[in-house]
């Protein structure tokens, strides 16, 4: 199995950036898929959950309203829509995969069984 996510970059205060997370070889509806971000010094942070089908999504308690997870249409591709990015915004944007049966751990990265490599976002002047 493989997680890629892609997409960060260097960004302003105030803009938006589209991150994408690729899942291959998941047996379709046995996981579901989480994003986190780690700033430089800290830990790992929820930031959004979404199941297989794309039909349940949860956000981390800091997201107020600002991030989107969805799933692509007809693709195992997962897709986190940053808007409003702010300088405390910035780290490595991490996908992972959860089993379907621990829906209720989502916001506990020990919890997940799988990682990609993740992408860098940095929001600065």
């Known amino acids: 199995v493989q997680l890629q996510a892609s997409g960060g970059g260097l960004v302003q205060p105030g803009s938006s950036l589209g991150l994408s997370c690729a899942a291959s070889g998941f047996t379709s509806d046995d996981y579901d898929i989480g994003w986190f971000h780690q700033a430089p010094g800290k830990g790992r942070q929820f930031v959004a959950a979404?199941?297989?089908?794309?039909?349940?999504?949860v956000y981390g308690y800091f997201v107020n309203g600002r991030f989107t997870i969805s799933r692509e249409t007809g693709k195992n591709t997962f897709l986190l829509q940053t808007n409003r990015l702010e300088p405390e915004d910035t780290a490595v944007y991490s996908c992972?995969?959860?089993?379907?049966?621990?829906?209720?751990?989502?916001?506990?990265?020990?919890?997940?069984?799988?990682w990609g490599q993740g992408t860098l976002v940095t929001v600065s002047s």
């Open positions: 992972a995969a959860i089993p379907t049966t621990k829906w209720r751990f989502v916001r506990y990265p020990e919890k997940y069984d799988y």
């Open positions: 979404i199941t297989w089908s794309g039909g349940t999504i």
